[in-house]
C-alpha cells in the first residue's frame, strides 16, 4: 500500500515535469513596459521622485500606456524589475514591496493597472538575493508564488543572481509548478539559460521552453547601438538551437527595446523593432513614455511591424544571407507563402544589394508582391529569378512583408 502511493506520489511528480508550463499565456510573443534598462535601481526618490523605483513611476507609465495608444497596439504588461521591495523580508518570511516607495502596496497597484486593461509583472531572483541585493527565493519559492498570486501579479520574471546555478535545472521548474498551484496565470520569465550559457553549462534546450514561458538568452542589454549589435551577432548564432523550441507560449527573449532612449538614431530603433519582430522576441520597451519624441513612438506603434512579430505561428525568424555588411533575414508568416524580411545594414554608410528571391529560398512560380513596412508603400511585384536592387539605410534596416502574386 505504502509503496503504490510512494509510486502514485512519483508519476503526479513526473507527469507534471512532463507537461511543464501549461498556463495558457503567451501565445504570441508579450508585450509592454518594464523598468529596468532605463530606470535601474534609483531608489532615491527625495531627490528623483519622478524617476525613482515606485509605484508613482508604474502608475504614470501605465497611463502613458493607455492614452498614447501603446495598450491598443498591445503592450499590456507593466513590469516592475529589481529593487522594488523591503531589504528584509517579515516576521513571516512574507516579501513585502518598500512602503515609502509602494505606500498603496503591491495589490493596490495590481488593480489599478487591471482597472486600466492592463497588466502587473514583478521581479525576483533564484538566488539568496536578487542581482542588486534584495532578499532572493531561494528556500521561499512556494511563499513568493502564492505572495504574488495573492497580490494579483501577472508576470514572474526570475533572475538568477547568488545561486550554484547547476541547481537552475531543478529550481526554476520547480518556481513554474508553485506559480502553477497557485491558480492564478502567471507568465513565467526565465533568466535560467542565460546564466548555464555564462557558466559554459550546457542548456537543456527542450526544458527551458517546457518551462518557461520566455527566456532571457543572453547578456543584458544597454543603451547603445554596440549593444544591440552585439545581441543580434548572438541571436544569428542560436537560431538553430533555440529556433525549434520557440512557439506559442514559448519565446526566447533577447532583453527590453531601448527605442527612445537616449543612443539610438531613427534607423537604429527600426532596425531594432525590425530585428526584435523578425526574432519573435517580446516587445518590452525600456524607455520614458512620458518624454519619448513622436518618431521614436511612431516606431513603437508601427502596427504592421507588431504583425510580424505577433504572427500566430510564431516562429523564430533566421538569418539567410550575409553580404559584407548587410543581412538578411527570413520569418514565415502564417498564410501561405507569406513571410517577413528585414534587410539589415550594419555598415554606416547606406548600402545596396542584389539580390534574387530565388536566392533565399522563395520558389513560387507567378513571384511575390513586397510591401514595405516602415514607408507603408508597396514595393512592388518582383518574380523570383530576377535581380533586383535594395538600398538599405546606414546603420538600419528595410523591412518587407512579402507574399505571393495571383
Ligand atoms: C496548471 O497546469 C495544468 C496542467 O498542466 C493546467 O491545466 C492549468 O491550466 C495550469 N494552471 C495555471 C493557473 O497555470
Ligand atoms: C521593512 O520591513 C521592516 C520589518 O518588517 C519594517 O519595520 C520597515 O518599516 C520596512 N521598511 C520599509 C521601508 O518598508
Ligand atoms: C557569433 O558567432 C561568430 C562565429 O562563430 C563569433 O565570431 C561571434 O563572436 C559570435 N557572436 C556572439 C555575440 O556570440
Ligand atoms: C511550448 O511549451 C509547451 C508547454 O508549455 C509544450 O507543450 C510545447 O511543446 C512547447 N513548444 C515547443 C515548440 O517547444
Redesign the pocket.
Known amino acids: 500500500m505504502k509503496s503504490l502511493i510512494q509510486q502514485a506520489i512519483v508519476f503526479v511528480c513526473f507527469t ?1 515535469l512532463a ?1 511543464g508550463l ?3 499565456l503567451a501565445r504570441t510573443p508579450p508585450m509592454g513596459w518594464l523598468s529596468w534598462e532605463r530606470f535601474r535601481c534609483n531608489t532615491d526618490c527625495d531627490n528623483h521622485p519622478d524617476s525613482c523605483i515606485s509605484e508613482n513611476l508604474y502608475m504614470a507609465m501605465a497611463d502613458r500606456l493607455v492614452e498614447d495608444g501603446y495598450r491598443d497596439a498591445g503592450y499590456e504588461y507593466v513590469n516592475i524589475d529589481d529593487c522594488w521591495s523591503n531589504k528584509t523580508r517579515d516576521e513571516n518570511g512574507n516579501l513585502n514591496p518598500d512602503s515609502k516607495r509602494f505606500p498603496s502596496g503591491m495589490k493596490a497597484l495590481a488593480d489599478y493597472m487591471h482597472k486600466k486593461g492592463l497588466k502587473l509583472g514583478i521581479y525576483g531572483d533564484f538566488g539568496s538575493k536578487t542581482c542588486a541585493g534584495y532578499p532572493g527565493s531561494l528556500n521561499y519559492l512556494e511563499k513568493d508564488a502564492n505572495r504574488f498570486a495573492e497580490w494579483g501579479i501577472d508576470m514572474f520574471k526570475m533572475d538568477g543572481c547568488n545561486v550554484d546555478i547547476s541547481l537552475m535545472k531543478k529550481g526554476y521548474p520547480e518556481m513554474g509548478q508553485y506559480l ?1 498551484a ?4 502567471i507568465l513565467f520569465s526565465c533568466s535560467w539559460p542565460d546564466y548555464e550559457r555564462g557558466k559554459g553549462i550546457p542548456i537543456d534546450y527542450q526544458s527551458v521552453a517546457s518551462h518557461c514561458n520566455i527566456w532571457r538568452n543572453f547578456v543584458d542589454i544597454q543603451d547603445s547601438w554596440d549593444s544591440v549589435l552585439k545581441i543580434i551577432d548572438y541571436q544569428a548564432n542560436i537560431t538553430d538551437q533555440w529556433g525549434p523550441v520557440v512557439g506559442p507560449g514559448n519565446f526566447s527573449d533577447p532583453d527590453m527595446l531601448i527605442i527612445g532612449d537616449y543612443s539610438l538614431s531613427v534607423s537604429q530603433s527600426q532596425a531594432q523593432m525590425a530585428m526584435w519582430a523578425i526574432l519573435a522576441a517580446p516587445l518590452l520597451m525600456s524607455n520614458d513614455l512620458r518624454t519619448i519624441s513622436p518618431e521614436f513612438r511612431e516606431i513603437l506603434l508601427n502596427k504592421e511591424v507588431i504583425q510580424v512579430n505577433q504572427d500566430p505561428l510564431g516562429i523564430m525568424g533566421k538569418r539567410v544571407l550575409q553580404i559584407k555588411e548587410t543581412e538578411v533575414w527570413l520569418k514565415r508568416l502564417q498564410f501561405w507563402d507569406e513571410w517577413a524580411i528585414v534587410m539589415f545594414n550594419r555598415g554606416s554608410t547606406n548600402a545596396t544589394i542584389t539580390l534574387r528571391l530565388a536566392d533565399i529560398g522563395f520558389d513560387y512560380m507567378l513571384g511575390y508582391e513586397l510591401r514595405d513596412l516602415f514607408k507603408h508603400v508597396e514595393i512592388g511585384h518582383v518574380e523570383r529569378f530576377t535581380q533586383k536592387e535594395y538600398t538599405i539605410p546606414a546603420t538600419g534596416v528595410l523591412m518587407a512583408y512579402a507574399y505571393p502574386s495571383e
Open positions: 507534471t507537461y501549461q498556463n495558457g502553477n497557485t491558480g492564478r496565470p
